[in-house]
């Protein structure tokens, strides 16, 4: 039944000139598929990564105190004006290897390609959304704040019950924005050979010369990707919402 519906599909696809005779090859599908399943696990691991970091990161901009505020102003204000391809040869090519080195050699350096990219765009988004959350706590109006302080809460109470929760719905908008971002940042995995949906299309199109078919694919594929994550992203503002604060 599918296979029938597989040959239909690709006849249907060669009347208007498109070529998906690799459907057939089983080792390519697979190879594919194990690269649709390689990009979902980047963003599964990243966009987690990415908030937490961006959390603490906004945290520190905003504490009041120079010694940890600075190395993270240093850190957002370089992460955000230098490419993220260029991050990620940095971080593989240079710090791996001195990671290597430190290890006594490639064989014992746990830290693979996969591992990299993860963390390099994870923590390039952070600092972007370090900047929104930072934009959201400073919007939280002082008399909360100097409420909060006279019940006797502490900074870090200050912070996680009173200007954090109120900052995270200001900042949804553009964090949700940011995690978009962050999905297509996944494909520069490519670049250092980590086989998700990008790199394993490369493979098969330099075999069959089919790259317009398979970017049609690559692209409804990072858009269906991206337009859940949106719509989850209404969803979790409209439950977030407090009638008569920023409404």
Sequence with gaps: MIDEAL?????LAGRVGLHYDFLLSGSEVRQWAAGMGTTLLLVVLAIPLSLAAGIAFAAALTSGR?????PVR????????????????FAFFALNML?????????HNPFTPFFWVVAVTG????????EALRGGIE???????????????????ILRFVTLPLALRTALPALMNNLVNLVKLTTIGSAIA???????SIMIWTQRDNVLELMIVILLFFGLINLT??????????RLAIPGYGV
């Design 99 to 107: 990671l290597s080195r430190a290890l006594g050699g490639a064989a």
């Design 66 to 70: 120079p010694w940890l505020a600075l």
């Design 7 to 11: 040959q239909r599909f690709i006849a």
């Design 74 to 89: 240093a850190y957002v204000e370089l992460t955000r004006n230098t490419p993220t391809l260029v991050q990620l040869m």
């Design 229 to 238: 994550v949106s719509r989850i992203g209404h969803f979790v503002e409209r």
């Design 194 to 200: 980590v086989g998700e949906v990008t790199y394993a």
């Design 139 to 157: 919007a939280v109006p002082a008399p909360l704040v100097e409420a909060a302080q006279a019940t006797g809460f502490s900074a870090f109470e």
């Design 123 to 130: 923590l390039h988004i952070a600092a972007f959304h370090a």
